[in-house]
């Protein structure tokens, strides 16, 4: 059964760095993970995607082990403004279709 | 850029009445768009997949007669609730992917109250 978790929330103080983890055991060998946010009533804001190793860009870095069941996403330096909840999406093979599946979502707390 | 839009942004409507929801890729052509629906507090359920020209794919569990898809063109996909009942009230948001590159570009939602 394709499944991604992730915890369900986190709390962390302005100006620190944030690490998301999600676990994706049946991730498919040629499949892709990415990363969003969401505000509320909002649809989910693009962050990141990568495939292994390491991926960073202008406001996030994703890191995914050698095996690919997890991945974590990375945010530097935290501020208010980047309470929302984050979810990792991860395309599944199932039987010869693809199965896209939102993670759980965390929902990032930020503290002053 | 990546830019994708929906409308209404919400929607009343009466039991037994039907809604459609338009969702439109504004900078980029979409060979492939999503339909997701969303409860408070809960995760984005994938309701089908739709590609340009063709019949959409709906998930396990979702009413192809009741959720109904079309995909006229790589810019506009819709999605018209029919015979809507307030179990149906929800969040639905719409996505399209940036071809070949896996990336979904998700429009704002459309929150649908039926009453």
Request: charged share 15%; proline share 4%; hydrophobic share 35%.
């Amino acid at each position: 059964l394709a499944k991604t978790t992730q915890p369900i929330s986190m709390d962390s103080y302005e100006g620190q760095e944030v690490n998301i983890t999600c676990s994706h055991n049946n991730i498919a060998t040629n499949d892709y993970i990415t990363w969003y946010q969401q505000f509320p009533s909002q649809g989910p804001r693009f962050i990141i995607q990568g495939y292994k190793t390491k991926v960073t860009n202008e406001v996030a870095s994703l890191f995914i082990p050698a095996d690919r069941k997890s991945s974590t996403l990375s945010l530097p330096r935290v501020s208010l403004s980047d309470t929302a909840v984050y979810y990792c999406l991860v395309v599944f093979v199932t039987s010869g279709t693809y199965k896209y599946i939102f993670g759980t979502g965390t929902r990032l707390k930020v503290l002053a | 850029g990546a830019v994708v839009s929906q409308h209404p942004s919400w929607v009343i409507c009466k039991s037994g009445t039907s809604v459609k929801i338009e969702c439109r890729s504004l900078d980029f052509q979409a060979t492939t768009m999503f339909w997701y629906r969303q409860f408070p507090k809960q995760s984005l359920m994938l309701m089908a997949t739709s590609n340009e020209g063709s019949k959409a794919t709906y998930e396990q569990g979702v009413e192809k007669d009741k959720f109904l898809i079309n995909h006229a063109s790589l810019t506009l996909s819709t999605l018209t609730v029919t015979s809507a009942h307030p179990e149906d009230s929800s969040f639905y948001i719409c996505s399209a992917e940036l071809s070949g590159s896996y990336e979904q570009y998700f429009g704002p939602g459309t929150r649908l109250t039926v009453t």
